[in-house]
């Protein structure tokens, strides 16, 4: 997009320089037949007098057309900055839209950090609140199993961790919910 309306913008240059190039051109061709007309009217000679006549006829022919064309060029450098100006709007559109998604994600990685920092001091809340030998504990099993080291237990009396049937003295136990019981296979905390 930033290129088109870099070619849009040579375009609508290029269209401004031919435009003062026909001016230019035109200007010289006024002032030769300022010249002329100036000879006309100074010279005696007859045929220097009609060759002036014919060159300023000529010279004035010339710049007819050198205005036609420039009124062409005139109309084309309209279209060309309009098109410019365009272009320029979409590329400030882009650019905004990408500032804008910018900005989402800036505010994504933010509530992405909140999120994180609410459960880590949701976690310090829970731990606070878990006797320390308990806690403890977990912790170590966590190192030495890695989490999930709480796990269910099934109806038929399977270890959510291991998949073992546990002790039916463990099972009990578990089922009364007034301790912490470990699986007999895996050692992992039942619930
Ligand atoms: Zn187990």
Do not use: W
């Amino acid at each position: 997009i930033k290129q088109k309306a870099l070619d849009a913008k040579k375009e609508v240059a290029g269209l401004e320089k031919d435009i003062r190039d026909v001016e230019g051109t035109i200007e010289n061709k006024r002032s030769y037949i300022g010249k002329m007309k100036t000879l006309q009217s100074n010279t005696r000679k007859n045929e220097e007098y009609q060759k002036c006549i014919q060159e300023v006829e000529k010279t004035e022919a010339a710049i007819d057309e050198l205005e036609n064309a420039e009124l062409e060029l005139m109309e084309r450098l309209e279209t060309a900055k309009e098109s410019l100006a365009q272009k320029i709007f979409k590329v400030q559109d882009s650019q905004k839209e990408m500032e804008e998604i910018l900005a989402r994600f800036d505010r994504t990685a933010e509530t992405d950090k909140q999120l994180l920092d609410n459960l880590t001091a949701e976690r310090a809340d829970l731990a606070a609140a878990i006797p320390e030998d308990s806690l403890g504990e977990y912790e170590r099993m966590t190192k030495s199993k890695g989490v999930p080291v709480i796990v269910p237990m099934d109806e038929k009396g399977h270890c959510g961790g291991c998949h073992m049937v546990v002790t039916d003295n463990a099972r009990m136990k578990v089922l009364g919910g007034h301790e912490t019981v470990y699986c007999d296979n895996c050692h992992r905390i039942l619930h």
